[in-house]
């Protein structure tokens, strides 16, 4: 009897030592493959944040650019403004028009400056899925906004110049060949700026078009100026 506990005593504590070595390999095993895991992690997040590095400096040049191109368009349209405004303070009498006036703004009737505004890096960024891996999700609403706003506002500058190009057309498919000839004088002086303007003012849709796009213009440098100052507030979100 003795001999048979201490025989069964033994292959117990043998099978026990053999639980405790399995558990402390597939500890070691699991720990191993916790640390890799994590390591794998760790080089993919460093990896994401590169990548968000990258989209960031191309979204902050992308933006600095349309807020070039912005200052440019509400120049532009400020210029159109006040022409139109000369327009209709002599609408009852166009010759009294001032002659260097006439000059200054005789490329605005064919001026047309839509599709200005870049949208690539944005477009990158938002196909990239590197949206969830941006920490800061205030400047990200910031960034949404200023290119909903940069849209909204391209909109209405790709109506605007899409009439007044309308009725550009208009006149001049309308414009007669002996009204040509007059336009074009020669070499020295081609184009015969009271002739020009005249034609382009006794013309319906033009004229018509020009004194009532005032309004239309105000409307476009209000949305301008809220693009403006979201531009702006993400330029310094950048730094």
């Known amino acids: 009897m003795n001999y048979k506990f201490s ?3 033994f292959l117990n504590k ?3 030592g053999d639980i405790k070595d399995y558990f402390r390999q597939l500890s070691v095993v699991i720990v ?3 640390i890799t895991f994590l390591a794998s992690d760790a080089i993919n997040q460093h990896s994401k944040q590169k990548e968000v590095e990258k989209i960031t400096t191309m979204l902050k040049k992308e933006a600095a650019d349309n807020l070039k191109s912005l200052h440019f368009l509400q120049s532009r349209l400020i210029r159109e403004y006040n022409l139109y405004n000369l327009i209709r303070e002599h609408l009852n009498d166009f010759s009294c028009l001032p002659q260097d006036s006439l000059r200054k703004y005789q490329a605005l009737p064919g001026n047309d400056y839509r599709y200005l505004f870049k949208t690539q890096s944005f477009d990158v960024l938002k196909n990239s899925g ?3 891996h941006i920490k ?3 400047f990200l609403n910031n960034l949404f906004s200023c290119y909903n706003s940069l849209q909204f506002s391209q909109e209405w500058i ?4 899409a009439d007044k190009t309308n009725a550009t057309w208009k006149w001049l498919q309308n414009l007669s060949l002996k009204e040509a000839q007059q336009l074009f004088m020669d070499d020295d002086d081609p184009i015969n700026i009271t002739q020009y303007w005249t034609f382009i003012l006794e013309n319906d849709n033009t004229r018509n078009f020009y004194i009532n796009a005032c309004g239309y213009i105000e409307t476009i440098l209000n949305e301008c100026k809220k693009t403006e100052e979201l531009l702006q507030k993400i330029l310094k979100d950048f730094k």
């Open 7 to 9: 025989h069964i005593s």
């Open 14 to 16: 043998i099978k026990k």
């Open 32 to 34: 191993g493959i916790v």
């Open 130 to 132: 590197l949206i969830p």
């Open 136 to 138: 800061n999700k205030i």
């Open 158 to 161: 790709n109506t605007y110049y």
